[in-house]
């Protein structure tokens, strides 16, 4: 039974192991120091994104610019399995909102806020095995003791990317009706913050508050974890 033991201690080894996912050099955080650095070298100058709003009455946060080594740790945990990596970037959005006047603003206006993750299909869901964006918006819950429900939105089409459209036509068509309100999950929460990784055109995001609004849910404003650099 030794080979047994020995298999059970290099299975315990790599389960523990606390190395960097995005160096694999050992940390004693989910991020090595020099990762996290590089990282933050990515966060936006303004949280708020104020020229940029998603309508005039949903202002647009946004942790980060999706470039570099925030890039490259967003793939890492959508396609290496590091679901970690959100994990430790959600901490840092949780404590930029808790500073911003801004958010304490909009806090202080809506008593009720809930957080809601953009969903992902189950099939894309099997593939992956988790959502980056309900693992950010969780775990930026626990930070900023803002209630969570990740089963509030679902998404009832697997859509394409949008990048593999090829029309403006066919992107409008395949996000149309892609998403679908749970209407026993409903309860009180009329007020949310919609969450998702990246923000790219804010297609995916407007479906989703055109859905919830049909529903007499008001998106008070759209958390993201990283935008493209805007156009000046
Ligand atoms: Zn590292």
Known sequence: MQWLSGLANIVKDSLWQANCPLCKRPADRILCKDCDRQITAYQ???????????????????????????KRAIAACKYENHPEIMEAIAVKIGDTWKRSPHTQSLTKKYKKLTVVPIPLHDNKLKVRGFNQAEILARRFCDVTMLPCNPQLLQRVKDTKAQMQTKSKQERKQNLSRAFAV???????????????????????????????????????????????????
């Open 44 to 70: 936006a100058p303004e949280f708020l994104q104020k020229d940029h709003p998603i309508a005039p009455d949903i202002p647009l946060y946004s942790w980060g610019i999706y470039d570099g080594a925030l």
């Open 182 to 232: 749970l209407s026993t999950r409903l309860s009180d929460q009329r007020d949310v913050i919609l969450f998702d990784d990246i923000y790219t055109s804010g297609a995916t995001i407007r479906e989703a508050i055109t859905t919830l609004k049909a529903s007499s849910i008001n998106v008070r404003s759209v958390v993201v974890l990283a935008r493209p650099q805007f156009d000046r």
